[in-house]
């Protein structure tokens, strides 16, 4: 499940799967090759959106390639709302967050 914060489009998450499956790619290039049926304008208005956000890096020359942070939403990974990394499960042992040591029931 994806966490997608409010400020969010449905075309924002057809450009991180075509950049995440691509490594790299234009508006133009997006529209072109990738299940996106929205405008070039569109697409490259999102483009900025989400590189001011941090979850693509412009590279110059209206190319663009996601980050960890894009990469960790796919994943279902990072609230886009908040800007929370959803931490998994781990062997059931509980962390201090503070500290990141491990409190274990005495």
């Known amino acids: ?3 997608a914060g409010n400020w969010m489009t449905a075309v924002d998450d057809r450009i991180l799967e075509y950049l995440s499956e691509h490594e790299s790619g234009s508006p133009t290039k997006m ?5 996106i049926r929205y405008s070039r304008q569109q ?3 999102r483009c900025k959106m989400l590189a001011e956000k941090g979850l693509i890096n412009d590279l110059g020359n209206g190319v ?9 939403y796919l994943g279902g990974r990072l609230d886009t709302e908040d800007w929370v990394y959803i931490d998994e499960e ?3 042992d ?3 967050g503070s500290t990141g040591d ?3 029931d005495s």
Request: charged share 35%; proline share 3%.
């Open 64 to 72: 663009y390639m996601i980050t960890e942070d894009g990469e960790a």
């Open 102 to 104: 491990t409190i274990t």
């Open 43 to 45: 697409v490259h208005r």
């Open 31 to 35: 529209k072109r090759e990738g299940p």
């Open 90 to 92: 781990t062997d059931g």
């Open 1 to 3: 499940m994806r966490y």
């Open 94 to 96: 509980n962390h201090d």
